[in-house]
Each structure stands twice: as structure tokens, then as C-alpha cells.
């Protein structure tokens, strides 16, 4: 898409590496190079992370089952996951862009946002810059791949990246981005769910195009809040900037418990309790976290830590809970342990421009019911309400329940 004539008060780009994990692998190791290679745990009850792309037109891809890809997908090679190393190389790539702007909003891994505003006159023209911005990558980390988007916006960046993957490059100029993004399903849109989207499609709302051509009174009046941000986006409008590295700063919950542990039960156990109480101070400080990480340490004292990074932000302890959960999929350290804590980390303020932008209905759903069960703790004491499993498991393992007035929580 031609950008010489075009107005561009501002530069962004999105850069996101091609199938990460499973690339990392497959260049670490020339013998799974063309194979379709699954990263992720062997076990049929852990989830694909990543799926190379000869995996993919089996259909298979993240956060798919484990069994259910080796069905669709039996000569797969399954490699289990070396966080170790992507972390290395994602430092590598990290450095790149940042050789290109100060600027740098690092989503996951793999992924950023790039402020390239000013940047012209010293590395050319937009499809230039990104072109620039390929090779170098391909060329720091020995031979991987990135697909980049580059529009006015955040948010039309980060459709453009996905537009011609792998190894594509998509220039939108932002005189041409409502355009351009008009043909495509309301999926597109930022925090449109399913649940949102067949809302959207009831009210006769199938392309970004259709959300554009309404107004926003009448987007209002059926979808509130969330209606004018769609509105928005689909004008090819976001006002976010790029914030640049997020704050370090993390609320986590430990316990050092009485008894060693390593049933993986067991350990949900406490993983639940824990993000139910990140969540709450979370709530109560109106913060949203971008990232979970779990912390395991060994009856020997060694310490294990996984961590992931959001793709929305969040205060709800079942959000946290469930990354949590599927974080220990990526230990391979059997313990036992002596230590089990979860924590949240690079929050920033909520509001409710973030929310409606960000959470689709059914964690809002959740947020409400969490935030009303802090209200009735408030008023009633802690204990008022108590899970189902919590009253079994005090019955069937007395001597782990009763932890709870010794266990050791700490807020970092």
C-alpha cells in the first residue's frame, strides 16, 4: 500500500515474530526444520503454546488441547518448552527495536509496539523503515522472522501486522486505515468477543464498515461505552500512546506451608487462594495487572519461576487463577515444594476507558461478581463465603486447611 502521499502525524508500529517458540526450535535444531513442530507439554493435559505454520494447516494452534492436536495432527514433533532461550533471543530482539525508537511498548515476548514519529528523515519513508526493521531482526537473531504492521495507530498496527503473516509487512496509511479496515468481520475489532460479536451481528453489525457507518448516539444506545470505543476503533481512531516500558511494580501472595507438596491439586489448591487475594488488592487499589507469574520453591530451596504476559489486562482473581494454572504446565521440576506463591506484575491504573476497551463481557461479568463478594467480606468478615472445594478439602486433608492463619503473604 502506497504511503508517499500521505499525512502521517504519527509512526506506529506493531511487531509481532512468526510462530516464536516453535521458530526458536526449529532454528536451534536444523533436524525440525519443515516439520510441523508443536511446543508445548507432552502431556495430553497441557496446551500447544505455539504450532509451526507446516503444523497449522491441520488446523492446529495455541491454547488448543494437547490431545486434541495430536489427533488432528499425529506426525507432529512435540518439543517441550525452553523459556530459558526465548527469553534470551526476545532480549536480542528487543534490542533491535529499541536500535530504532526509545520508544518500545513490549506486549509478550514476541511482540511490541514501536513509536517510529520523527523518524522519517533519518530512516526513510514508513515501508522503508519497515523493511529496514525486518532484516535487521532476521539478521540480530540468525535468521527469524517478523511480521510488522505500520499505520497512525495502535490499534490498526496491530491489525496490520496479522494482515500477510508470516514475514509480512503491512503499510496503512492513516488517511487509508478506515478504508482499509471496513471489509474485514467485527472479530477485528479490540475487545470484541464472541459473546460481543453475535451482539453486533444481531444488531445487523458484520464488518468494521457497518460499525463505522452508525453513529455513535445510536452505538451508545445499544452497547454502551463499549459501542463509541468500537465506533472509534473502526474509524481507524485510538488515542493510546505507546507507553513505553511498563512499571515493574507486582502484588503477589506466598505461602510457606507446614507440609512439603508436589500434587499438582494441591497446588491449585493454593494458587486459587493466592489470586483471590492479588485480585482483591488489586481491585482495591484500581489496578489492572498486564502480567501472572508463579513462584515454586523446592524442599531444598531452590527457586522456580514461570511467568506470562497478557495480551488484556486484568483484576479478576479467575483470570489470574487460570494463568496461573496453566503456567504450571511449564515447570518440569516434579518437587516437592515448600513454597507456592502467584503474583501479578507491570500494573498500571484501571479506568474505564481501559476496561471498555480491553475486557470483553464476560470478565466484566466476573469483575462485578468479585467486586460484590468484596463488599460482602467488607461488611461480614473474610469468612462469610468459602468455596465448595475449600469445605471439601478441609474435610479430606485437615492438615493442609488449616495453614491459613500461618501462611505467609507478602506485597512486593
Known amino acids: 500500500m502506497s504511503n508517499s502521499d500521505s499525512d502521517w502525524p504519527s509512526v506506529v508500529a506493531h511487531a509481532d515474530m512468526d510462530a516464536f517458540y516453535a521458530a526458536v526450535e526449529q532454528m536451534d535444531n536444523p533436524e525440525l526444520r519443515g516439520k510441523p513442530v508443536l511446543v508445548g507439554p507432552p502431556s495430553g493435559r497441557g496446551v500447544v503454546l505455539t504450532a509451526s505454520y507446516e503444523a497449522r494447516p491441520y488446523k492446529v494452534g495455541s491454547a488448543m488441547p494437547m490431545f486434541k492436536a495430536r489427533k488432528l495432527c499425529p506426525e507432529a514433533v512435540i518439543v ?135 453513529g455513535d448516539d445510536w452505538l451508545d444506545e445499544k452497547l454502551g461505552a463499549m459501542g463509541r470505543r468500537f465506533n472509534q476503533l473502526a474509524q481507524g481512531q485510538d488515542p493510546r500512546v505507546i507507553e513505553g516500558r511498563r512499571g515493574s511494580k507486582s502484588v503477589g501472595s506466598e505461602r510457606t506451608l507446614a507440609q512439603d507438596i508436589s500434587d499438582p491439586e494441591q497446588i491449585k489448591f493454593y494458587l486459587r487462594r493466592s489470586a483471590e487475594q492479588v485480585g482483591q488488592r488489586l481491585r482495591r487499589k484500581t489496578r489492572v495487572a498486564w502480567g501472572v507469574q508463579v513462584k515454586l520453591k523446592t524442599s531444598d530451596f531452590r527457586s522456580l519461576t514461570r511467568q506470562h504476559q497478557r495480551e488484556r489486562p486484568t483484576d479478576v482473581a479467575e483470570d489470574i487463577y487460570n494463568d496461573g494454572v496453566m503456567l504450571l504446565e511449564k515447570f518440569d521440576d516434579p518437587g516437592p515444594f515448600r513454597l507456592v506463591g502467584l503474583s501479578a506484575y507491570d500494573i498500571e491504573q484501571s479506568g474505564e476507558d481501559l476496561q471498555g476497551d480491553l475486557f470483553s463481557q464476560g470478565p466484566m461479568r466476573r469483575h462485578d461478581l468479585e467486586v460484590a463478594i468484596d463488599d460482602l467480606k467488607e461488611r461480614f468478615g473474610s469468612n462469610v463465603l468459602k468455596r465448595a472445594d475449600d469445605l471439601a478439602r478441609a474435610r479430606q486433608t485437615p492438615n493442609l486447611d488449616f495453614l491459613g492463619d500461618e501462611d505467609k503473604e507478602g506485597e512486593q
Open 80 to 214: 517441550p518448552p525452553r523459556f530459558e532461550r526465548y527469553t534470551e533471543v526476545s532480549r536480542t530482539i528487543m534490542g533491535v527495536f529499541a536500535d530504532f525508537s526509545p520508544r518500545v511498548e513490549a506486549i509478550s515476548l514476541d511482540e511490541a509496539f514501536i513509536d517510529l514519529t520523527g523518524s522519517e528523515d533519518l530512516l526513510g519513508s514508513p515501508d522503508t523503515i519497515g523493511l529496514s526493521l525486518k532484516n535487521a531482526v532476521r539478521e540480530a537473531t540468525g535468521g527469524l522472522t517478523v511480521s510488522v504492521g505500520i499505520s497512525g495507530t495502535k490499534y490498526v498496527a496491530k491489525v496490520a501486522s496479522d494482515f500477510q503473516k508470516p514475514d509480512g509487512l503491512t503499510i496503512v496509511p492513516p488517511d487509508e486505515a478506515r478504508a482499509w479496515l471496513a471489509p474485514m468481520p467485527v472479530s477485528r475489532l479490540w475487545g470484541a468477543g464472541p459473546v460481543t460479536q453475535k451482539k453486533l451481528q444481531a444488531l445487523g453489525l458484520h464488518t468494521i464498515g457497518d460499525v463505522a457507518a452508525c
